[in-house]
């Protein structure tokens, strides 16, 4: 797997809409990533949409941490200073084997309609690499199509952050939209775990994961997939 470039893309959205709460991207789900792949001898680079330090979801620097986001609090192998001084958007090439969307509500916000990763993210597509996210980091699929018009999730195995997990963590009234619903709204073929339990599909080079439990399945298909 040596040789092989990652690119991670992250929200630069700090606000859960109106509430006044702060959110971000969630810990675990760039940290399992990021480390597992590292660990492959994978290069990866950290980009989000501004660029510059990438908010970070208080809640998800809380309770029963794992390992992997203990590592990042320590800043093993960079990690905590590449998400504080990530590239932007606009400074990501394509030179990558693989682009990976980390979750977090912030990605609800300002990932849909953001036109410069529509244009990576069906650049990407278009060349038949790895296109991956995890939790609400699908979100970034939503409006991306392939060469031939259609959505590339339509038809797709995919997963992601269910209504379900949305409604127990309260926040259905504060997300723009129900990601499980606007998936299948897209024509993908939806599927899940219970809430909370971890669960990733790969479909051809489209790979997405349930909810940050999920972050560590995640990563193994993207290795398999690279």
Known sequence: MAGKRVLFLCTSHAALGDTGKSTGVWAEEV????????????????????????????????????????????DHHGLKSKVESSLSI?????????????????????????????????????????????????????????????????????????????????KTAFVPFLLEDKLKERGAHFERANDWNPYAVADGKLITGQNPMSSEKLAKLILEAL
């Open 90 to 170: 606009d400074e990501a090439s394509e030179d990558y084997d693989a682009v990976f969307l980390p979750g977090g509500h912030g990605v609800c916000y300002d990932f849909p309609d953001n036109p410069a990763l529509i244009t990576l993210l069906e650049k990407f597509w278009a060349e038949g690499k790895v296109v991956a996210s995890v939790c609400h980091g699908p979100v970034g699929f939503v409006n991306i199509k392939a060469p031939d018009g259609e959505y590339i999730v339509k038809g797709k195995k995919v997963t992601g952050f269910t209504n379900s997990e949305e409604d127990a963590v309260g």
């Open 31 to 74: 940290a399992a990533p990021y480390y597992i792949l590292k660990e492959a001898g994978c290069h990866i680079d950290i980009a989000s949409i501004k660029g510059g330090k990438i908010p970070l979801d208080p809640e998800s620097l809380e309770g029963n941490l794992n390992d992997h986001t203990h590592s990042f609090l320590k």
